[in-house]
């Protein structure tokens, strides 16, 4: 019982076909390796997935769960509120999620309804999550999802923070599947989300190449300078999924990257030998 396998996909709402339209031809190698990836976790079958998401209420001092039996979310934001989700989530691998984080030192903040009011934050999915969603359940998979929100915590701890992950889907004998939602740089050239930066083509090019090249560890050590000028949302998504496979040893491929819009769009798939 294991992590079956891991995936680092964007969430650019324009790659929904009701969104996008006919925008979706300049991101199609995006939206392919997305389909790929989705076909992949279906064929794995899964007890369990397990999203990370940087658009979630992101806390200063902790990671977030929203810790509902049951959470919905549509498109409204983009003007498409037609296309809507709804997915279960597995109360027991919460409870037991946030048990071991304690254990291991590191601050998660379960939230239930009344704690959401309390902060303002509707208690709904983001489209971090449902992005990538959309792709996975058109495959048809129906499994439990725990929908997990970064914390702007140091990259050791979020990493270590991975590792209560794995152990806590060893613990309860699952079989799990990651899938950390994050865009790259959004400053790769002018008219960028942004701005425009060149930092942001480093950034993402030094990225892309750890990853490919199953540097996992180097990731942490990236330069903060780069980081901060490449105006990135998905390093701390990625950096929990890389922790949670970090005592296993898993391959990658980089399936696709683009970024015509100025931010980039990288989907990678990490797999156990």
């Known amino acids: 019982m294991a992590i079956l396998m891991s995936a680092l996909t964007p969430h650019p709402p324009l790659a929904i076909p009701q969104i996008g339209r006919e925008s979706r031809l300049e991101v199609r190698n995006t939206i392919e390796s997305m389909e790929e990836l989705a076909r992949e976790i279906k064929e794995k079958?899964?007890?369990l997935l397990i999203t990370i998401s940087p658009h979630g209420p992101v806390f200063a001092d902790a990671i977030?769960?929203?810790?509902?039996?049951?959470?919905?979310?549509d498109f409204s934001d983009f003007s498409c509120p037609e296309v809507k989700m709804v997915i279960e989530t597995d109360q027991g691998f919460i409870r037991k999620l946030k048990e071991n984080a304690v254990t291991e030192g590191i601050e998660l903040i379960t939230l239930s309804e009344a704690d959401l009011a309390r902060y303002n934050y509707p208690p709904r999915l983001d489209h971090g999550v449902m992005v990538p969603l959309y792709?996975?359940?058109?495959?048809?998979?129906?499994?439990?999802?725990?929908?997990?929100?970064?914390g702007l915590l140091e990259y050791e701890k979020l990493f270590r923070f991975g590792g209560v992950i794995d152990r806590t889907v060893e613990e309860l004998g699952l079989n799990a599947i990651i899938v950390a939602s994050g865009d790259l740089s959004h400053r790769l050239k002018p008219g960028a989300p942004?701005?425009?930066?060149?930092?942001?083509?480093?950034f993402d090019r030094e990225l892309v190449e750890l990853l490919r090249n199953r540097q996992y560890r180097a990731v942490l050590e990236?330069?903060?300078?780069?980081?901060?000028k490449a105006g990135e949302c998905g390093l701390r998504p990625i950096i929990i999924m890389l922790g949670a496979i970090d005592r296993r040893n898993f391959t990658s491929e980089v399936k696709s990257y683009?970024?015509?819009?100025?931010?980039?769009?990288?989907?990678v798939g990490f797999y156990p030998e």
Not at 194 to 202: D, F, K, Q, T, V
Not at 222 to 228: K, V
């Open 45 to 47: 079958n899964p007890d």
């Open 64 to 73: 977030s769960i929203l810790n509902l039996e049951k959470l919905q979310g």
């Open 135 to 150: 792709f996975i359940l058109e495959t048809g998979l129906d499994v439990p999802v725990i929908p997990i929100t970064m």
């Open 194 to 202: 942004a701005g425009y930066n060149p930092y942001g083509e480093r």
């Open 222 to 228: 990236m330069d903060r300078l780069t980081i901060e």
């Open 258 to 267: 683009e970024g015509p819009f100025g931010v980039g769009y990288a989907v």
